[in-house]
Nanobody, 114 residues
Framework: QGQLVESGGGLVQAGGSLNFSCVAS????????LEWHRQAPGKRRALAAL???????TYQASVTGRFTISRDNAKNTGALHMTNLKPEDTGVYYC????????WGKGTQVTVSS
């Protein structure tokens, strides 16, 4: 059985940067879709960015120009580079790989202080 392991995140001041990585292990094969979701305090989980296999990334409007999603299909990993972070970016961030299966990471906390 496969799992996704996330790393990165943490505490940063507004205007700072953070990087996430997501590594698929076990029986997870390369999936068509890689996504990063986030859940702000008191809100529902929402899609922040996605990148299809060999396709063009798509971003939530509030992160466009600040976040960059990428993937390495050979290594079956994903990444999210976040810049110019704002307090409203605070929340738990989740990696998801799906298409032929639906796999989620456990989530990693990001806190952006003003």
């Amino acid at each position: 059985q496969g799992q996704l392991v996330e790393s990165g995140g943490g505490l940063v001041q507004a205007g700072g940067s953070l990087n996430f990585s997501c590594v698929a292990s076990g029986n997870i094969v390369v999936t068509p879709n890689l996504e990063w979701h986030r859940q702000a305090p008191g809100k529902r989980r929402a899609l922040a960015a996605l990148i299809p296999y060999g396709g063009t990334p798509t971003y939530q409007a509030s992160v466009t120009g600040r976040f960059t999603i990428s993937r390495d299909n050979a290594k079956n990993t994903g990444a999210l580079h976040m810049t110019n972070l704002k307090p409203e970016d605070t929340g738990v961030y989740y990696c998801r790989m799906f298409g032929g299966g639906d796999y989620w990471g456990k989530g990693t906390q990001v806190t952006v202080s003003s």
